[in-house]
């Protein structure tokens, strides 16, 4: 249980910072072995490099913290996607799950941090509002046939009503910063490449 607590501690990190490696090298090579490689190097070299007395490693763990499962998914799937040089953005599936994702983290942390009067955060300890949310989304994802997603939340959710966690609160389960970030810049980047298609034909006529 150490060993996976362990493991789970340091994914978000650890994840991101494969991530940023492998899309570097995504600017030089489009060969998935050498993104990986590139990858796996990034990682190597956060652990060698020091800031203050930790590797940049563990300095980036501390800062992320633990991702939820959903969150989880998303980084392994992004991961997958930059070595292959596949668009996640193209799968409706992985558009509704950054969707929840982006309104999950709206909802929660900017009232969580004091930018409003009530803490949404409370509404994970107790009470139906969290779970009802929480039940539309996975009767919606079964309807669309979202089975990832699907899964993803029943095991999220799972874990929690198991006390599988460190955390008491729901909404640790279901949702973290990276995830959410995740969801805001996906969405902002579907939106700008929407807006581009929208003026891109009118400048080309106006051209011609």
Do not use: C, Q
Request: aromatic share 12%; proline share 4%; charged share 10%.
């Amino acid at each position: 249980m150490m060993t996976i607590d362990f493991l789970l501690n340091r994914a978000s990190a650890t994840l991101v910072i494969f991530l940023v490696s492998a899309a570097i090298a995504g600017l030089f090579t489009r060969s998935p072995v050498w993104r990986a490689v590139f990858g796996l190097a990034g990682i190597l070299i956060a652990l060698v490099i020091g800031i203050s007395t930790r590797s940049l490693l563990e300095w980036t763990t501390s800062a992320i913290e633990r991702p939820s499962l959903p969150g989880l998914v998303v980084l392994i799937v992004l991961a997958i996607a930059t070595i292959g040089d596949w668009k996640p953005g193209a799968s409706a599936e992985f558009r509704f799950a950054t969707l929840m994702l982006a309104i999950a983290g709206t909802i929660l942390y900017p009232a969580a941090v004091g930018f409003l009067d009530y803490d949404t955060y409370v509404l994970g300890y107790s009470g139906y509002v969290l779970p009802l949310a929480l039940a539309t989304i996975l009767a919606y994802a079964i309807f669309r046939r979202y089975l990832i997603t699907a899964l993803v939340l029943n095991v999220a959710i799972a874990a929690f009503l198991l006390g599988a966690g460190h955390s008491v609160n729901l909404w640790d389960y279901v949702v973290d910063p990276v995830a959410w970030l995740i969801g805001m810049g996906t969405w902002i980047a579907l939106g700008v490449k929407r807006v581009m298609a929208r003026f891109t034909p009118a400048k080309t006529l106006a051209a011609a």
